[in-house]
């Protein structure tokens, strides 16, 4: 099956089997982590849902069976966290959308990647070795592509084109040796600014976090 599907046999398919077999150790032991977490909204607090994995890879994306066993929006992730967003007590809802300047997918048969590439021709574009990259649990060399206008579309589509819907782009630095690290805007090389401004027109939205590196980033975000 791993290998059929290109699975790492480690992720959300894993988690959810060993769920439904009653084998699974649950986080938070005998807390109720839901219960929690609106408590903590209703006293005024921030929550922050994190979602594993990306849209294209979610169960009705139109890539199954090349795909995780669950959905990958926003709405997702809230309910496998027991939120429900339209509840009285959650003032705002901001749902942002993280996105690549180079999609991946695990290593092996693990479905279709427009435009892909590999680190060896990523290096040579930016005139500096780039180690591929490897999932976390496995360590298996992923798969990367060039950027796909349409997936990111679709991605802010399926999380609900709302001006609550907020973009953020990672791996700027895969764009040109020179944006590694900074943190401005105006720091980035002109090549780099012309590639992020294109997208930005063709999604009609702004990247309003663009990462630069593991610890750096660009926040472009408007404040009072």
Request: proline share 5%.
């Amino acid at each position: 099956m791993h290998q059929r599907l290109g699975s790492t046999g480690k992720g959300i398919g894993a988690a959810r089997a060993a769920r439904l077999l009653r084998e699974a150790e649950l986080y938070g032991g005998e807390h109720n982590t839901t219960t929690e977490a609106m408590q903590h909204l209703a006293q005024g607090g921030e929550l922050h849902i994190e979602g594993t994995q990306g849209y294209g890879l979610g169960l009705h994306a139109g890539n199954y069976p090349f795909c995780t066993s669950s959905d990958c929006r926003a709405i997702d992730f809230a309910a496998m966290a027991g939120i429900p967003p339209w509840d009285h007590r959650i003032a705002q809802l901001d749902i942002w959308i993280v996105l690549r300047t180079h999609p991946i997918r695990v290593a092996g048969n693990s479905g279709p990647l427009d435009n892909e590439i590999t680190f060896d021709q990523l290096s040579q574009k930016l005139q500096q070795t780039i180690e591929p990259e490897k999932t976390t649990v496995t360590q298996k060399i992923r798969r990367i592509a060039k950027w796909d206008d349409q997936i990111a579309l679709d991605a802010i589509q399926a999380n609900g084109d709302t001006p609550n819907t907020r973009l953020a782009l990672t791996f700027a630095d895969y764009l040109h040796p020179d944006a590694y690290g900074t943190t401005t805007y105006n720091q980035l090389p002109p090549q780099a600014r012309t590639w992020i401004e294109q997208k930005e027109q063709t999604l009609n939205r702004t990247f309003e976090i663009i990462c630069t590196g593991p610890q750096t980033l660009i926040d472009r975000r408007t404040r009072p």
